[in-house]
């Protein structure tokens, strides 16, 4: 039976104390949430996701105090972060209490908590006296989604119920931050930029990049967001010497617009993040525009990467890490 899409939020609660799982809207991208302190329910997302039981998941609650009450020996510069940011793209990755199930942290003693940012969200969280573990609504290594049709597409099939939140906003996954012999390091690039977390914390953080074996925290494989067949990536899109044999290209402002409009390109597809060269509209619309080109089936993608600065760091993370090969 194909899962039910509906903004009925008492539904959804619902179907969550029951140990199902639920399609979650948030800022940054949907959720497959379940109960995070019931080990069975949290189970069902690894089998339902077909994630490797090694990648640990991320804690949602609808305020700082209530998440942070399965953290412990919590560093100033986390309680910093979470006054500042949360709710918002943003987790952080502290070490867990005991009541936290080995699940959810693949058996790490830290765990990744966070407070989203998205009125659907947190009036579900709001309702619910246990937390909820959500990673993004998608196969494993899948492109994430964010449109409730998306979850609908990929895993409607596997779950009874999609809160339906509208597209999300940010359209990238949040930013993680730990803080490893008390040093703020960002795991993951995300959808909250890297500069905005060092002038707050007024020092630079350490930068760490992915794992491919045990990951200190969520989203850090190589290979991930997969939109099923080959990218090449370019810091300019003249790089490219076969442009011409490919079949799409995606851009990020004009200046490859315009480089590929004073020459034929036969059938090329064009697809472009933001043609204004916004970095907060390319992020919003980065996985709809690799969805699209894994349903028109393309072979060969040609893609310009964005200047190296705010969510454009974040950005050129996740297509990299599309274009990752065996």
């Known amino acids: 039976m194909a899962a039910i899409i509906s903004t009925d939020i008492d539904a959804a609660a619902a179907h969550l104390r029951a140990g199902d799982l639920v399609g979650m809207p948030t800022e940054t991208v949907y959720g497959l949430a379940a109960n995070a302190l019931d080990p069975t329910a949290t189970a069902n997302i690894f089998a339902v996701k077909e994630r490797p039981a090694f990648d640990p998941l991320i804690i949602h609650q609808a305020s700082a105090a209530r998440v942070l009450a399965f953290a412990k020996n919590i560093p100033s510069a986390a309680t910093k972060l979470a006054a500042l940011f949360w709710p918002g793209p943003l987790t952080l990755v502290l070490e867990k209490t005991s009541v936290v199930p080995d699940i959810v942290t693949a058996g790490l003693t830290t765990v990744a908590l966070r407070v989203p940012q998205h009125p659907s969200a947190l009036a579900l969280l709001k309702q619910l006296d246990f ?180 969510l454009g760091r974040a950005i050129n993370d ?9």
């Open 131 to 310: 937390p909820v573990a959500a990673p993004s609504a998608n196969p494993f290594g899948f492109v994430s989604p964010t449109t409730a049709q998306h979850v609908a597409d990929q895993l409607g099939e596997k779950i009874p119920f999609i809160l339906d939140g509208g597209p999300c906003r940010v359209g990238l996954e949040s930013t993680i931050v730990g803080f490893p012999s008390g040093t703020p390091t960002i795991y993951r690039k995300g959808g909250m930029a890297v500069e905005d977390i060092e002038l707050a914390l007024g020092c630079p953080v350490n930068l760490l990049e992915h794992s491919s074996s045990r990951p200190q925290a969520p989203g850090m494989l190589s290979q991930h967001y997969s939109p099923g067949c080959e990218l090449f990536l370019w810091d300019n899109i003249e790089q490219d010497a076969a442009i011409g044999q490919r079949d799409a290209v995606v851009l990020f402002g004009d200046r490859g617009a315009k480089y590929l409009s004073e020459r034929p390109r036969n059938s090329l597809s064009i697809h472009n993040l933001s043609p204004e060269g916004n970095l907060v509209e390319a992020a919003s619309r980065l996985f709809a525009v690799l969805r699209e080109i894994n349903k028109r089936g393309y072979r060969e993608v040609s893609v310009e990467l964005l200047p190296e600065r705010g």
């Open 318 to 326: 996740r297509l990299r890490r599309a274009a990752a090969r065996e």
